[in-house]
């Protein structure tokens, strides 16, 4: 009785540990947080993660499977804006819990593919093998309530210092906005960091003027330069904009 006993909490400890790991390992990096590296072969070969990009931006978009139609939409769309991702030193990677195997055959699917007028289009960004769900996990892409073996729809947007600047998830059958994602890295470049950093109002595009931390300017400054006043306004008491 006594040895049925302590065998019964030796599993006990054992499943409790394995599920705190697996807690932990499901865990979402949150913003500001370094973005967990890792290497994995991929549609480009190995990748060693973030090394191989230097000082670059990066966006990991997870996916739920190859071969799937909002998956593919999405592919496609990404791309023909493959290039302005590139002009905006940013690099694009795909993930899904498929293997390595089936992603080259989706690839060639996907680039013999005319989408919505737009004609067939080499990939040029990787598409990551993840089929032991390293990544997934560390990147908390697997959301248990949902699945366990496919990521739901999740963008990491990384800086140059590879932490995370943005999140994203989306459901399994909600495609992107891929022109939202794009907007918000344009913001985060524009917004830049640290005691000189802009602030980026609702809607705001690539253009528009931009809010402003603190009141923009000392009497001492505009004693010295007048027109300093006309880079300025403000709307209300607390709200100070500068004109792009």
């Excluded at 049925?4 to 394995?18: D, K, S």
């Excluded at 905006?88 to 195997?101: M, P, V």
């Excluded at 943005?166 to 913001?187: C, K, S, V």
Aim: glycine letters at 4%.
């Amino acid at each position: 009785m006594k040895t049925r006993l302590i065998l019964v909490a030796m599993l006990l400890f054992v499943a409790g540990h394995l599920w705190s790991q697996d807690k932990v390992n499901t865990s979402i990096p949150m913003i500001g947080d370094d973005a967990p590296s890792f290497t994995a072969e991929t549609t480009s070969g190995v990748l060693n993660f973030p090394l191989d990009y230097g000082n670059k931006w990066k966006i990991i978009f997870s996916h739920p499977r190859d071969f799937t139609p909002v998956c593919t939409t999405e592919i496609l769309t990404l791309a023909h804006l493959q290039d302005n991702f590139e002009k905006l030193n940013t690099k694009l990677l795909i993930i899904s819990t498929d293997d390595l195997e089936k992603h080259f055959m989706w690839k060639k699917s996907l680039e013999e593919t005319t989408y919505k007028n737009m004609e067939p289009t080499k990939i040029n960004f990787p598409i990551i093998d993840d089929s032991k769900f390293l990544i997934s996990r560390s990147y908390g892409m697997l959301h248990s309530n949902i699945s366990t073996s496919k990521d739901v729809r999740g963008v990491f947007i990384i800086n140059p210092e590879n932490k995370i600047a943005a999140i994203y998830f989306y459901p399994m059958n909600i495609g992107r906005n891929m022109d939202e994602i794009q907007r918000t890295l344009l913001a985060l470049q524009t917004a830049g960091s640290g005691k000189d950093r802009y602030l980026m109002p609702a809607n705001w595009h690539q253009g528009d003027d931009v809010l402003i931390p603190q009141f923009p300017y000392t009497a001492k400054e505009i004693a010295a330069n007048p027109d300093l006043k006309l880079s300025y306004y403000n709307v209300g008491s607390y709200m100070w904009f500068k004109k792009m």
